[in-house]
Structures are given as C-alpha cells and as structure tokens.
C-alpha cells in the first residue's frame, strides 16, 4: 500500500515536471493562465492535505523519533524544506484534524473540527484557510459547548465550499456560489464567535488568558520581543527598569561619586554634572533594553535561580580564538540563530570565564579553563570602594553592574580588585567607542572623558560625594529618632 501511495505522488510530480518543461506556461492566453491557477491552487491544497492527513494518521510523538527528529517541526523542516513558521502552521492544523484512537475499541475517534477535514481532503480547503477559519472560534473555546463547535464547524464547512443559504428561497434551500478568501472564511468565523458567545470573557479573564511572551527569531542582528504582562508583572518591571534609569537630579544622588579636586580646580566641579544632557544619547526605549539587560543579569547570578544542568544559568558564546584575539569575524550565542558581531563575545569574556576547546580537523583533543570571574568576596569589594557605574552622570548602583577588566586579561591584566571596576551593562559595552576611558593609579581607578566632555582631557579620580563620616553622623542621627525599645528587667 505505501509502495501504491510513493508511485501515486511520483506521478504527479511527474506530471507537474511535464508542465514546467518546453516553456510550456510562456504561450498561455490570460485565460488559460487563469484556469492553470485555479488548477494549481487545487493541486495546491491537496498536497497540504496529504502533508496533514500523513501526520495526522500517526503517532505524534513516536513517529518524530523514529526517523531521528527531536519534534514534528523538525521533521516538517526537513521534509518539506519550510521554515519554523511554515512548520508550525501544519502542526496547528494537524491538531484540528487528528482522530485519536479510542484506548478501548481501538476505533479511530472523530476529529475536534470534522467537517473542516472534509472540506480539506476534498481540497476545498488548505492550512492557510483552516486556520482562518479555526482560530477565532479556537480563542473562545474554552467557553462554548461541543454542540456549539460541531454547529459553527459545519456553517464554516460549507462556506468554505462556496455553499451559501439560497437568497430566493427557503430557510434549508442552498446554492453553491464562488468559495469565500480567507479574510470572507475569518469574517464569517468572528461573526459566529459574536452569535455564539455574545457575552465575551468574564471581568478580569481576559488579561490572564492572553498573557504571553513570545522571542522572535534573529533579523538584522536582532530578535524581537513581543506579548502581554498582567497589570502586576507589568508594574514590577516598570519599577525594575525606573530603579535602573532613575533619571539624573542636581549632581548625584547621595551617596554618589564625584571626582576628587585637583590642583587648578574650581570649588564647584563642572565635571559633577552635565548640564547639556550629552553623557547619555541614548533613547527611552534603548535605556529600557538596557536596564532590562542588567536586571536579568542580576537574576541569573542570584543565589535563588534555578539551576540548569546542575549550574546557573550560563551565557555560551563562541568564537574562533583567532577571531577574538584579532578583534575581527563572527560569534554566536547560545539561544539566538545568527551570528553576532565579535565584540559580543569580548564583552561577555571580560567578566566571565572562557573556556577553550582545542580542535584538529572538528575533532575534540583538548578543553583548558581560563577563570577570569571576580569572586563574590573581591566583586563586594569593588562595589563598596566605586559605589556606582564609574562612567560620570551614571548612577547605576555598583551591585547591579558588571565587574570590568581595566587591563584586559588576554593582556596580562589579572583577577583582582587593582584591575576591576563596575560598568552598567551600556557602558561596558560602548566604552571601546564612546571616548571614555579607564586607568587604576595605586588601586584607584581614573577616569578620562571624550574631548567633547573635557576639553583637557584630563584624569579623574571619583571619589564619594559623602565621606564616611558623615554617613556615620547620618545614621546616628536615624538611629536617635526611632522609637525606644524597652527589655525586661533582669
């Protein structure tokens, strides 16, 4: 039987071969083109039925592992040279029109939309309108009876064959008229969804249901983002992301960092603010990326993160040891599809740990670790001497920012509290580009700004704006004003 089925398909192919040869399809008249459309369109939506019925008629999750496939998708990827999106379309309607098998009887079971899958393997229908037809009765299904479906199944069955209520005659009279597109099958569908629950989700259903996050594949360099927070997720990622922008007020805020007088300075600094707003050009949403970025950084690292095989979660990035070291070629990331430029990677291997893996012709002959994490105790360290982001005008507090290597490791720069100093996730990034730059004298880290910022061009060296005093006297003064307690008299 499957030989029969091979040889049928073969045949068709065959045919369909025969069309394309001679330049058989140049000579047409515009009518004849509009009859091997309709032709095609019709052979069209019979092969996505044989893609379907194929994977409909089998195990779902067996049939995948047996020809080596992790998912159907995978599969569908493969077989049918489609994409995910391609893929995932199939396996939507595959889900419509399964018959499952009965654990008792063993008979096959009807499909959730049955005469949808009539329509289909009668060709009158294919994926695209399946799911056109399907889906805005599919987001509502959850509140509407099995009758109700199977009613709005048929009403959708017959439109979809060009069926249509006879304008002349009576209530059970039809005509078949021209088949509907798909935005005429999706209308149809809305307007049953309004008769067949016309009251809508219950107050307060409707955010729940919808919630979602959804990352898009890599375009450009980038993936998109897109979904629906409840009001109190929302809510706490906008605190998240203000407590990172908090916008910049009269110098820092106290306790912050400033820069220590040198010999010709003025008493007010002007180097302590920025009166044009110049520091950071950055816009609204691309500081939301960015403290979104620092935030999951700090989730990752937190002692309360699940593990993943046994170890937090890890960015993997990899690069070609030449690459990297020439500062030139591609990188790639764990969980995104594309390559990424190779700063990527020197940015994630200053405050993380490469490993190198030794290959002679893709074969594995060595692994050597290089530790180049601060430790907990020097990174507590380092974030009580800087306080904040060591970039003038970011007051990005020092635990949440990334620990940078002022001498680059792969330079002889080593792991110590002499060699590091916080950056926020942008500035760490930017800094081989945005003028600034950073030395230790003695321990102390120097900051020298872009000439636009400082026309001299001179080191800084950032100090706290409140002594340790007068944080003592502070809080002194806090622990003077809060209400007595009273012990037991022994």
Same mark, same amino acid.
């Given at each position: 039987?499957?030989s ?7 045949q ?7 069309v394309?040869?001679? %330049?058989a399809?140049?000579g +047409? /008249?515009d009518?004849?083109?509009v ?6 369109? =019709? ?5 996505e039925?044989v ?5 409909a008629?089998?195990d779902?999750?067996?049939f ?5 496939c ?9 077989t049918?040279l489609?994409?995910?999106?391609g893929a995932s379309?199939v396996?939507?309607v595959v889900?419509?029109?399964?018959r499952?098998?009965n654990l008792?009887? @063993?008979d096959?079971?009807?499909a959730?939309w049955?005469a949808?899958r ?7 229908i294919? *994926?695209?309108g ?5 889906e805005?009765?599919?987001k509502v299904a959850?509140r509407?009876? *099995? ?12 439109a ?5 209520p006879?304008p002349e005659? @009576?209530?059970?009279d039809?005509v078949q008229g021209?088949?509907?597109t +798909?935005?005429?099958? $999706?209308l149809?569908?809305?307007?049953l969804?309004?008769l067949?629950? !016309?009251?809508g989700?219950? !107050?307060g ?6 919630r979602g ?6 375009r %450009?360099g +980038?993936?998109s983002? &897109?979904?629906y927070?409840?009001p109190e ?5 906008? +605190? ?7 916008? $910049?007020?009269?110098g820092?805020p $106290?306790p912050g960092? *400033? ?13 302590? /603010?920025d009166?044009?707003?110049?520091i950071?050009g ?5 500081k939301?990326? %960015? ?8 989730a990752?690292?937190?002692r %309360?993160?699940p593990?993943?095989?046994?170890a937090g ?5 990899t ?11 591609r ?6 599809w594309?390559?990424?430029?190779v700063s990527?990677?020197?940015? *994630? ?17 060595g692994?050597t670790?290089?530790?180049r994490?601060f430790?907990?105790?020097q990174?507590?360290a380092?974030? =009580?001497r800087d306080?904040?982001c060591?970039? !003038? ?12 290597h002022v ?6 720069g080593p792991t ?7 950056l ?5 990034r930017?800094?081989g580009?945005?003028g600034w730059e ?9 900051v020298?700004?872009?000439?636009w ?7 800084r060296?950032p ?6 005093r ?6 002194a &003064? ?13």
């Amino acid at each position: 039987m499957s030989s029969r089925t091979r040889t049928l398909v073969d045949q068709v192919i065959a045919d369909l071969d025969q069309v394309l040869s001679d %330049d058989a399809l140049a000579g +047409l /008249s515009d009518a004849e083109r509009v009859e091997v459309l309709q032709a095609a369109g =019709a052979a069209f939506r019979r092969v996505e039925a044989v893609v379907v019925e194929t994977i409909a008629s089998t195990d779902a999750v067996d049939f995948p592992h047996s020809t080596g496939c992790r998912t159907p998708n995978e599969l569908l990827q493969r077989t049918l040279l489609t994409d995910v999106r391609g893929a995932s379309q199939v396996e939507k309607v595959v889900a419509l029109i399964r018959r499952n098998v009965n654990l008792v009887s @063993g008979d096959r079971l009807p499909a959730r939309w049955p005469a949808l899958r009539e329509a289909m393997l009668d060709g009158a229908i294919g *994926v695209a309108g399946m799911l056109a037809a399907t889906e805005p009765l599919e987001k509502v299904a959850y509140r509407l009876s *099995v009758d109700d479906r199977l009613e709005a199944d048929m009403c959708l069955a017959r439109a979809a064959r060009g069926i249509r209520p006879d304008p002349e005659g @009576g209530p059970d009279d039809e005509v078949q008229g021209p088949a509907p597109t +798909l935005e005429e099958l $999706k209308l149809l569908a809305e307007t049953l969804v309004a008769l067949l629950d !016309p009251d809508g989700d219950e !107050p307060g259903d409707e955010p729940t249901r919808r919630r979602g996050i959804t990352l898009g594949r890599v375009r %450009d360099g +980038l993936r998109s983002i &897109k979904g629906y927070l409840t009001p109190e997720v929302a809510a706490q990622l906008e +605190l998240i992301l203000d407590a990172q922008n908090n916008p $910049k007020g009269d110098g820092p805020p $106290k306790p912050g960092v *400033v820069f220590t007088p040198g010999e010709g300075d003025a008493e007010e600094d002007p180097f302590n /603010s920025d009166p044009r707003n110049v520091i950071d050009g950055r816009t609204a949403a691309q500081k939301r990326h %960015d403290a979104l970025a620092a935030a999951l950084a700090i989730a990752a690292r937190h002692r %309360d993160m699940p593990t993943l095989g046994g170890a937090g979660p890890v960015l993997v990035v990899t690069v070609d040891a030449k690459d990297l070291e020439n500062g030139t070629g591609r990188a790639s990331v764990s969980g995104a599809w594309g390559q990424l430029p190779v700063s990527v990677a020197s940015h *994630v291997g200053c405050s993380g740990t490469i490993q190198r893996v030794l290959m002679d012709e893709g074969r594995i002959i060595g692994i050597t670790t290089t530790d180049r994490v601060f430790t907990a105790h020097q990174r507590r360290a380092i974030v =009580a001497r800087d306080t904040e982001c060591l970039i !003038p005008g970011c007051h990005v507090p020092a635990s949440w920012c990334e620990i940078h290597h002022v001498v680059e490791h792969s330079r002889g720069g080593p792991t110590h509290t002499d060699n590091g100093v916080p950056l926020c996730w942008w500035h760490h990034r930017s800094l081989g580009t945005s003028g600034w730059e950073i030395r230790m004298d003695d321990g102390l880290p120097q900051v020298r700004g872009p000439r636009w910022w400082d026309p001299e061009q001179r080191w800084r060296t950032p100090r706290l704006s409140v002594p340790a005093r007068s944080q003592a006297q502070a809080q002194a &003064k806090a622990n003077a004003q809060a209400p007595p307690v009273f012990t037991q008299a022994g």
